[in-house]
């Protein structure tokens, strides 16, 4: 029978072995190992001073085998890779998750899913019982992943409150028809009368509520939305400048403008400098989100600050705490905002 090396040669410590250095049988070591709570604390010491002196590594394979269990959490994004790595929102979703991960010895995968045949493979290794369960953020109205990963069983939590109806009952999201009311009512209440706004992607949650929150304000105040006051955009630095340039040549400029994300914010006031508006002497701009782009901004961007390290620490919970071990059906967190003024309106 061939050997267990490590890499330099050298035998690799085995069950066997820790149970020798113990002084208990091998199926002790497993319970330990396991999590059993049918060893004594004298015992479990003893194991885990083995394991420490020999350098033992479970074989994860055969664990996941007994135990039926992974201890690795996927995190889904749904955008194309580029934008997990500029958009800020996402960096602040991973810290959260990461740290509770980290606090109970769990692995984070990480990936990205937007294309039909992303989204496949995605589904294919997840459904695989290849991890204990999904966090899912960013979705969209046609995304198919929360229904697979329903019908192969796997528990998943969103980032963000679902378009569509999913058969997932647990999400952590903020209250966004809020938030964009607090934008907007803000400016309404500074005396601007002429507000536009840059929406987010229709096809999600929240550039839908978001864009129900400024038309909410704008009705409650009796100002009418002028013709071309509402633009899409897509939560991108580059689709928010798109949308200012589309939004100022669709007519006379507004007084002011509310745009539903940082990401996007950062665009427009590019676009705004380029055609020779001051910012906010001749426009006024809120974005959303309250990133660190937004201090940094030129002039410093007045914006809904979201928790998302927050968010990342609440979906990761929930999946763990609740959503895994079936300790509740259902249950949803909402998270608070608040209005952070400063120069840019």
């Known amino acids: 029978m061939a050997k267990s090396v490590d890499g330099g040669g050298r035998r690799r410590p085995t069950l066997e072995m820790v149970a020798e250095r113990a002084g208990v049988g091998r199926g002790t ?34 664990r996941t085998l007994v135990t039926r269990r992974t201890d690795t959490i996927a995190l889904v994004v749904s955008e194309l890779r580029d934008r997990l790595f500029s958009d800020p929102f996402f960096a602040d979703i991973v810290r959260g998750v990461s740290s509770v991960l980290h606090e109970r010895d769990l692995q984070l995968m990480l990936t990205t899913a937007r294309s039909e ?76 009368r002429r507000v536009a706004t840059v929406t987010g992607p229709l096809d999600m949650y929240a550039g839908v509520e978001r864009l129900r929150g400024y038309q909410r304000v704008m009705a409650e105040a009796g100002i009418a939305i002028e013709d071309g006051f509402v633009v899409q955009g897509d939560f991108s630095v580059e689709g928010g400048a ?59 961007l007045t914006t809904v600050h979201q928790p998302s390290v927050q968010m990342g620490q609440e979906m990761a919970r929930l999946l763990v705490d609740v959503a895994i071990p079936r300790a509740a059906e259902s249950e949803t967190v909402m998270l608070d905002t608040r209005l952070v003024v400063r120069e840019s309106a």
């Not at 004594?40 to 074989?59: D, F, K």
């Not at 329903?150 to 378009?163: E, I, K, M, S, T």
């Open 29 to 62: 070591v497993s319970r330990v190992i396991n999590g059993s709570a049918q060893v004594s604390p004298r015992t479990r010491e003893a194991v885990h001073n083995a394991i420490a002196e020999l350098g033992y590594s479970p074989n994860q394979a055969a």
């Open 242 to 300: 798109e949308a200012m340039e589309r939004l100022l040549d669709g007519g006379p400029a507004p007084e002011a403008v509310f745009i539903a994300s940082d990401m996007m914010a950062i665009g427009g006031l590019r676009v705004l400098r380029a055609r020779g508006l001051r910012v906010p002497d001749d426009i006024a701009v809120v974005g959303h989100d309250d990133t660190l782009m937004a201090h940094y901004s030129d002039p410093a």
């Open 117 to 192: 045949a992303e989204h496949k493979r995605v589904g294919d290794y997840l459904s695989g019982f290849h991890v204990d369960g999904a966090l899912l953020v960013s979705l969209h109205r046609d995304d198919p992943l929360p229904r697979r990963l329903a019908a192969a069983g796997v528990p998943v939590v969103h980032g963000g409150r679902p378009l569509a109806e999913v058969p997932s009952p647990f999400w952590v999201d903020i209250d966004n028809v809020g938030s964009a009311e607090k934008a907007v009512r803000y400016l309404v209440e500074k005396g601007y």
